[in-house]
């Protein structure tokens, strides 16, 4: 199975700030990678894949940028609304499918 | 635009066999994609279960595939999980996806005599 590393696992930030989650493959999985943001009760929520193509309607400030084995999530202006779980999924053609263990944004 | 609906038993006994079906609406499952089965136990991170292609090719966690069965109907637009020989470990909320860009609102799962 691939693994996938996400770090941090809790990041404590301000409004404003620019916020970045980093994700790691354990073996190269091209482009494949996407990005979910989950608010306590709510399912998950796509907001990239193929690692840098943002999903329609989902606000600029969220980025995403790697290839092969090494990805990141970057929030260009962290706004109140963004306070929630972030997690990776690589979907790559080697199943099964696996996530990151996720990443908590906190408010500082 | 695909909707994507679960539906099935909230408790389930321990040993016993958890059904799930998921109903899509919007989009024809037989037109592509991969359709699966995620899992969130309370508090924890997601696992991916497994899916079917639209041509009813399957795949599976290794961990749970002894016990998984993911199944397509393409007559009732719909996909199925089905989960043998139940524990507390399975205790979940279980989203149906469409590759990674749809899921379901999730269905609370708790497996208790």
């Known amino acids: 199975d691939i693994q996938m590393t996400q770090s941090p696992s809790t990041l404590s930030a301000s409004v404003g700030d620019r916020v970045t989650i980093t994700c790691r493959a354990s073996?190269?999985?091209?482009?494949?990678l996407a990005w979910f943001q989950q608010k306590p009760g709510e399912a998950p929520k796509l907001l990239l894949y193929e690692a840098s193509t943002s999903k329609s309607g989902v606000p600029s400030r969220f980025s995403g940028s790697g290839f092969g084995t090494e990805f990141t999530l970057t929030i260009s202006s962290l706004q109140p609304d963004d306070f929630a779980t972030y997690y990776c999924?690589?979907?790559?053609?080697?199943?099964?499918?696996?996530f990151g263990q996720g990443t908590k944004v906190e408010i500082k | 635009q695909v909707q994507l609906q679960e539906s099935g038993p909230g408790l389930v006994k321990p040993s016993e066999t958890l059904s799930l079906t998921c109903v899509v609406s919007?989009?024809?499952?037989?037109?592509?994609?991969?359709w699966g089965w995620i899992r969130q136990p309370p508090g924890k991170g997601l696992e991916w279960i497994g899916n079917?292609?639209?041509?009813?090719?399957?795949n599976y966690n290794p961990s749970l595939k002894s016990r998984v069965t993911i199944s397509i109907d393409t007559s009732k637009n719909q996909f199925s999980l089905i989960l043998s020989s139940v524990t507390a470990a399975d205790t979940a909320i279980y989203y149906c996806?469409?590759?990674?860009?749809?899921w379901g609102q999730g269905t609370l799962v708790t497996i208790s005599s």
């Open positions: 996806v469409r590759g990674v860009d749809s």
């Open positions: 919007g989009y024809s499952i037989s037109s592509g994609f991969h």
């Open positions: 999924q690589q979907y790559d053609s080697n199943f099964p499918w696996t």
């Open positions: 079917v292609y639209h041509s009813g090719s399957t």
């Open positions: 073996q190269s999985i091209n482009q494949w």
